[in-house]
């Protein structure tokens, strides 16, 4: 099989609503998408997410690195030399997770469909379907109950409260919205490097009462002795999301005793052979994963979705990204029900050709 076409561009979709988070509002997201096709008939597709809070780059460099390095690079190959073509872009492209997870979906995506199989088989097939949490951004206290109350009456079973700038307010969402759900719900909470490590810490001895689930990146990113104090010092998971970006860190994380959990997203790492590389890390520690997302289209959810379900130590998602946007081209790629998610069962990431 030999990569014989690649296209490129960037597409903008907005959001139903805009949302707020620890340091910003966002109102739409632009994601590149790449697709390929192949001597044999396939067609390949993958996406990026980029943010330059989080990956550093712009849709202009995802373009441009396509243009510059994608393109040359792929033309000709054969995505069964996945390994030797994402350590050449990787080469290339040290500092563009999002690009890089662009190119390593459409290989995955071409082998999967090669080989005639949904990509989660292709991968390890652990699971079928995984729950995912519903993202509750930074609202005031009333709304965000309601917010809560309307996601549980859809099926969601898991929520995702993010806060991080007034420990008071968090605590206070945190009691009425399981006072207003009661147990049908899981609660798990981000603070998006918001807090200081007394504050995490008051923040969860506050909340103790109310069970929250885990309590996601609660200290500067810059800084992993502070989310190991934070680990040492709360009953609750501590997970590592903005911390937690290449193989060298999860490494440092793990080995430090630093964090219970980790985040992987697949366009913050530079795709699925680095989620794998790096969730074998967090394995040998007995550190569980999570999934995690952008903004992205259901194409970008898919990916995430089918790295989920293949291996035993990821048993959480955060796969919501693209239950918020409006002009999404690969919407109902993945099936939510009940707020489980199901991939397709097409060959590779199911795009229909
Ligand atoms: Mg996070």
Known sequence: ?????????????????????????????????????????????????????????????????????????????????????????????????????????????????????????????????????????????????????????????????????????????????????????????DANQGYTVEQAIAFIHRTEHYKVELLEQPTDKHNEELLKEVALNVPVPVMADESLMTLKDVFHLTSRGCIDMINIKLVKVGGILEGLHINSVAKADNVEAMVGCMDESALGIAAGLHFALARPNITYADLDGHLDLLDDPFAGLVRLEEGILYPGERAGLGVSA
Request: glycine share 8%.
């Open 1 to 189: 099989m030999k990569i014989t076409r690649l296209e490129c561009w960037a597409h903008a979709m907005p959001l139903t609503e805009p949302y707020t988070i620890a340091y910003e509002t966002i109102g739409q997201a632009v994601n590149v998408f790449l697709k390929a096709e192949t001597d044999n008939g396939l067609t390949g597709w993958g996406c990026a997410a980029p943010d330059l809070a989080v990956t550093q780059e712009t849709p202009e460099m995802v373009v441009a690195a396509f243009n510059n390095i994608i393109e040359p690079f792929l033309l000709g190959a054969d995505p069964f030399q996945y390994t030797r073509l994402l350590e050449g872009l990787h080469k290339f492209l040290p500092h563009h997770p999002s690009t890089l997870a662009m190119a390593d979906m459409v290989l995955f995506d071409l082998m999967a469909q090669k080989a005639g199989e949904p990509l989660y088989k292709l991968l390890g097939g652990y699971r079928n379907s995984i729950a995912t949490s519903i993202t509750i951004g930074i609202l005031p206290v009333t709304e965000t109950v309601e917010r809560a109350r309307d996601f549980i009456r859809k099926g969601f079973k898991v929520l995702k409260l993010k806060g991080g700038n007034d420990v008071e307010e968090d605590v206070e969402k945190v009691a009425r919205i399981r006072e207003a759900v009661g147990n049908r719900a899981e609660i798990r909470f």
